[in-house]
C-alpha cells in the first residue's frame, strides 16, 4: 500500500481487488439503458404524430431503421468476440432518430442502408458506444443526403392535408428559400405538424414535449437546445430574414428535432457548461448562415456534424482544473 496515496502496488494486487481513483467520486444511479429509455419515451409523441400523418410508411420506416440497427450492432459484435449490448437500446434511439431524418417516400433499402451505415461505420467501427466522433444518426442522414438528393427532399404533404395523399409539395423551409412568403402555411399547422418534411420533424409541438420531458429529467442539459434555438433565430434575423418569417424558420425544418435529441448527445458534445454554450452558439450559427447563404434551405444536420468533430477541441479549450490538483 502506497501511504501517500493510499492506493496498492499493482504487483500485489489479487483477482478480486481493483484501483480506486482519488476523490471527489460521484454516484448514480443511471445507467446507459435506463437513458435510453427515457429518449425513447420522449420521442414517443413524435413517433405517434408521425404516424399519424403520414401513415403506414412512416411505420415501414420507424421498424426498418430500428430492425437494421439493432440487427448489424448484435452481428458485428457477435462477429468480432465483443460482449452484446443491444439491450442499451442506444441502436433503438439511432433507428428512430434516423427515420426520423426521412421522407415518407423512402425506399426501404435507403432506410437499411443509412442504418447500417449508422452502427458500423460510424459507430461500432470507432469502438462502440461513446467512442463515436459524430452522432450516427446525423451522418446517416448526411450520407443519405450526398448519394440520394432527390429522394431524399422527395417531400410529401401528410395525409391530413387538403391535398392528395403522396403528391410532393415544397417544405416550409423551400418556400422561404425561393421568396414565396405568401405560400407558407399557417403556423398552427407548423407547430402540431401538419406540413410537408421528413417524418419525424414536422410537429415542433410533440418534440418540444419530449425535450421538455429530457430536460425534467436531468437527461440532457437545456443549455445547448435553448442557446442553439435563440442563436439560430438571432443570427437568421442578423442575415436578413424578415422578423415575421422568424416563427416560420424556427418552427419549420429540423432545428427542434437536432436541438433538443441529437445536438445534446453525450458523446459528441462538450463535457462541461462553458463548453456546451460554445457547442450550441456554434450549431446556431452555422445553421443560420448555412439556411440564408448556401444552397439548402436546411443546416441543421450539417452545423451539429460539424460541432461534433469540434468538441474535442472545445473540451480541451474549456477544460477546468481537476479538484484538489497539485500545481
Same mark, same amino acid.
Given at each position: 500500500?502506497?501511504?501517500?496515496?493510499?492506493?496498492?502496488?499493482?504487483? &500485489?494486487?489479487?483477482?478480486?481487488?481493483? $484501483? +480506486?481513483?482519488?476523490?471527489?467520486?460521484? !454516484?448514480?444511479?443511471?445507467?446507459?439503458?435506463?437513458?435510453?429509455?427515457?429518449?425513447?419515451?420522449?420521442?414517443?409523441?413524435?413517433?405517434?404524430?408521425?404516424?399519424?400523418?403520414?401513415?403506414?410508411?412512416?411505420?415501414?420506416?420507424?421498424?426498418?431503421?430500428?430492425?437494421?440497427? +439493432? /440487427?448489424?450492432?448484435?452481428?458485428?459484435?457477435?462477429?468480432?468476440?465483443?460482449?452484446?449490448?443491444?439491450?442499451?437500446?442506444?441502436?433503438?434511439?439511432?433507428?428512430?432518430?434516423?427515420?426520423?431524418?426521412?421522407?415518407?417516400?423512402?425506399?426501404?433499402?435507403?432506410?437499411?442502408?443509412? &442504418?447500417?451505415?449508422?452502427?458500423?461505420?460510424?459507430?461500432?467501427?470507432? /469502438?462502440?458506444?461513446?467512442?463515436?466522433?459524430?452522432?450516427?444518426?446525423?451522418?446517416?442522414?448526411?450520407?443519405?443526403?450526398?448519394?440520394?438528393?432527390?429522394?431524399?427532399?422527395? $417531400?410529401?404533404?401528410?395525409?391530413?392535408?387538403?391535398?392528395?395523399?403522396?403528391?410532393?409539395?415544397?417544405?416550409?423551409?423551400?418556400?422561404?428559400?425561393?421568396?414565396?412568403? *405568401?405560400?407558407?402555411?399557417?403556423?398552427?399547422?407548423?407547430?402540431?405538424?401538419?406540413?410537408?418534411?421528413?417524418?419525424?420533424?414536422?410537429?415542433?409541438?410533440?418534440?418540444?414535449?419530449?425535450?421538455?420531458?429530457?430536460?425534467? !429529467?436531468?437527461?440532457?442539459?437545456?443549455?445547448?437546445?435553448?442557446?442553439?434555438?435563440?442563436?439560430?433565430?438571432?443570427?437568421?434575423?442578423?442575415?436578413?430574414?424578415?422578423?415575421?418569417?422568424?416563427? $416560420?424558420?424556427?418552427?419549420?425544418?429540423?432545428?427542434?428535432?437536432?436541438?433538443?435529441?441529437?445536438? *445534446?448527445? $453525450?458523446?459528441?458534445?462538450?463535457?462541461?457548461?462553458?463548453?456546451?454554450?460554445?457547442?450550441?452558439?456554434?450549431?446556431?450559427?452555422?445553421?443560420?448562415?448555412?439556411?440564408?447563404? /448556401?444552397?439548402?434551405?436546411?443546416?441543421?444536420?450539417?452545423?451539429?456534424?460539424?460541432?461534433?468533430?469540434?468538441?474535442?477541441?472545445?473540451?480541451?479549450?474549456?477544460?477546468?482544473?481537476?479538484?484538489?490538483?497539485?500545481?
Amino acid at each position: 500500500m502506497d501511504n501517500k496515496t493510499g492506493i496498492k502496488d499493482s504487483n &500485489s494486487l489479487k483477482g478480486n481487488e481493483f $484501483y +480506486v481513483s482519488l476523490a471527489p467520486h460521484i !454516484r448514480s444511479n443511471d445507467s446507459v439503458q435506463k437513458i435510453m429509455l427515457d429518449v425513447i419515451i420522449a420521442l414517443t409523441p413524435a413517433l405517434i404524430g408521425s404516424i399519424y400523418f403520414f401513415g403506414m410508411n412512416a411505420a415501414m420506416l420507424i421498424a426498418i431503421c430500428i430492425i437494421s440497427c +439493432v /440487427g448489424t450492432e448484435y452481428v458485428f459484435q457477435k462477429l468480432m468476440h465483443k460482449e452484446i449490448q443491444i439491450w442499451d437500446l442506444s441502436a433503438v434511439v439511432t433507428g428512430i432518430l434516423i427515420a426520423f431524418n426521412l421522407p415518407a417516400t423512402t425506399p426501404w433499402w435507403m432506410a437499411a442502408f443509412g &442504418s447500417i451505415f449508422a452502427i458500423l461505420i460510424v459507430k461500432e467501427c470507432f /469502438g462502440g458506444i461513446g467512442c463515436n466522433f459524430m452522432n450516427p444518426a446525423i451522418a446517416a442522414r448526411i450520407v443519405l443526403m450526398a448519394s440520394w438528393a432527390k429522394l431524399m427532399t422527395d $417531400y410529401t404533404g401528410p395525409k391530413t392535408m387538403a391535398l392528395v395523399d403522396g403528391v410532393s409539395s415544397a417544405t416550409p423551409l423551400q418556400l422561404i428559400k425561393e421568396g414565396s412568403y *405568401t405560400s407558407l402555411p399557417l403556423l398552427k399547422d407548423m407547430a402540431i405538424g401538419n406540413i410537408s418534411g421528413v417524418i419525424g420533424e414536422t410537429s415542433a409541438i410533440l418534440l418540444a414535449i419530449g425535450g421538455i420531458y429530457l430536460i425534467v !429529467r436531468g437527461v440532457i442539459n437545456f443549455r445547448i437546445p435553448v442557446i442553439y434555438i435563440l442563436t439560430t433565430a438571432v443570427f437568421l434575423l442578423i442575415l436578413g430574414i424578415p422578423m415575421d418569417i422568424i416563427p $416560420y424558420e424556427i418552427l419549420g425544418g429540423g432545428l427542434f428535432l437536432g436541438a433538443f435529441f441529437m445536438a *445534446t448527445d $453525450y458523446t459528441t458534445t462538450p463535457m462541461n457548461n462553458r463548453g456546451k454554450i460554445i457547442f450550441a452558439l456554434g450549431c446556431g450559427i452555422i445553421t443560420a448562415i448555412i439556411r440564408v447563404k /448556401g444552397s439548402l434551405p436546411e443546416g441543421v444536420s450539417y452545423s451539429i456534424a460539424l460541432m461534433n468533430v469540434a468538441t474535442p477541441l472545445i473540451d480541451k479549450l474549456t477544460r477546468t482544473k481537476v479538484y484538489g490538483e497539485a500545481k
